[in-house]
């Protein structure tokens, strides 16, 4: 019983390392996005700001919605990161357009379906 028991320990421990090792490289990975992206390279290379932070300015300024769809473009002469933003009971989306330079929101629109 004694051996059993030492034995087990190692191997108890084993599996809890390789758990949190597997966790821990689960966390590095980006995560999958669940939205449609239209995010020409040639347009990507020019941005200063980030597809992430622009997300969390979007995300910042229309509480409690979600991302449903993104696109890099220029408009009006401006670089934005557009966003469609659900909110969970409200019909339509808005639109949350941010600078891509700046990291400013240039604009809010609600638009219906």
């Known amino acids: 019983m004694k051996n059993r028991t030492l034995t087990s320990i190692p191997f108890g421990l084993a599996a809890v ?3 949190a090792t597997v966790g821990a490289l689960a966390a590095q990975q980006p995560a999958a996005r669940a939205y449609t ?3 020409p390279a040639a347009l ?3 941005t ?3 597809e992430d932070s ?3 300015v979007a995300l910042a300024r229309v509480l409690g919605s979600a991302v449903k769809a993104l696109e890099l ?3 009006h002469g401006l670089l934005i990161w557009s966003f469609d933003l659900t909110v969970a009971g409200k019909p339509g989306i808005e639109e949350v357009e941010v600078d891509a330079l700046t990291g400013k ?3 809010v629109e609600h638009e219906n379906n």
Do not use: D, G
């Open 17 to 19: 390392l390789s758990i």
């Open 37 to 39: 992206r239209e995010v």
């Open 44 to 46: 990507l290379s020019q």
């Open 48 to 50: 200063k700001i980030s």
């Open 54 to 56: 622009a997300r969390t």
């Open 73 to 75: 473009e220029r408009e």
């Open 105 to 107: 929101v240039v604009s």
